[in-house]
């Protein structure tokens, strides 16, 4: 059973929630197929969805394929000639999140579900909120911080050490990155120069075999304004690399 981890980043707090994707698959007989077409229909929460898209993707040709067409009236969709492949199919649409990606073959019929997005209903579990580090606003009463994070990012695929899944936002106010590990914030601080401002975080696995060497975070300075860091004017963009050593003694 797949899960996935939906993380959301507002002033002062981290909202996280582990929910599973929905999907539908089956047999619609009002649509007929060729042995290279894949089709179906998308429904919502009121009945059909028109003028929605569908995508198809495949990284299994030579080059990334990928093909999209848009609902009838009916909801109904088929994606012709499509070449022999294992592809992924989910549905996008104004005022729809992106759908579960469905795994399919060409030939089959895929039932879809349209997403609505921003309902406040995606984690029927319920939202856990986790205080971000740094004061909170002078006089302001309520629990919180005055962090800002600019953006969130999830290692879905442990590329830094910490574990799948693992939440990452930027600390613009700590110079940092945040991981959210078993439910406490980890803060990955850059000492100097002061005033890392990171907008964005990617990670990389170059060598899987390396440990801990062949594994990082990147991340940016991304201030417009360099020469207000700690060093003045003679500052340049930077690029920031993480690594996470296991333990002091790890070579």
């Known amino acids: 059973m797949h899960r996935a981890l939906a993380a959301a980043f507002a002033t002062g707090f981290l909202a996280a929630c582990a929910a599973q994707p929905g999907s539908q698959t ?8 060729g042995a290279h077409d894949l089709g179906g229909v998308v429904a919502g929460a009121n009945g059909p969805e028109a003028g929605v898209w569908v995508i198809a993707e495949t990284r299994d040709l030579p080059t990334r394929f990928a093909k999209i067409v848009v609902t009838d009236d009916r909801g109904r969709y088929v994606l012709p000639d499509l ?34 997005a921003a309902t406040g209903k995606h984690c029927p579990e319920g939202w856990t909120l986790h205080r971000l580090p740094g004061p909170q606003f002078a006089d302001v009463k309520d629990d919180g911080s005055a962090e800002a994070s600019y953006y969130t990012w999830v290692d879905q695929f442990d590329t830094f050490g910490l574990g799948r899944n693992v939440p990452i936002a930027t600390g613009n106010r700590n110079d940092s990155l945040l991981a959210l ?30 440990g801990w060497k062949g594994r990082s975070l990147w991340a940016s300075y991304s201030t417009r304004t360099m020469y207000h860091l700690e060093g003045g004017k003679e500052n340049r963009p930077k690029v920031v690399r993480f690594q996470l050593r296991p333990d002091p003694l790890a070579r």
């Not at 089956?26 to 197929?33: E, T």
């Not at 294992?86 to 089959?108: F, M, N, Q």
């Not at 439910?183 to 075999?209: C, M, Q, S």
């Open 83 to 116: 070449p022999q492949a294992t592809y992924r199919v989910w549905v996008r649409g104004y005022g729809l999140a992106d759908s579960a990606k469905v795994t399919a073959e060409p030939g089959r019929i895929v039932n879809l579900q349209a997403i609505p």
């Open 26 to 33: 089956g047999a619609d007989s009002r649509i007929a197929l």
């Open 181 to 210: 590990v078993d439910g406490k914030i980890l803060n990955l601080r850059v000492p100097y120069p002061v005033g890392f401002f990171p907008k964005w975080v990617e990670g990389r696995i170059d060598d899987a075999g390396a």
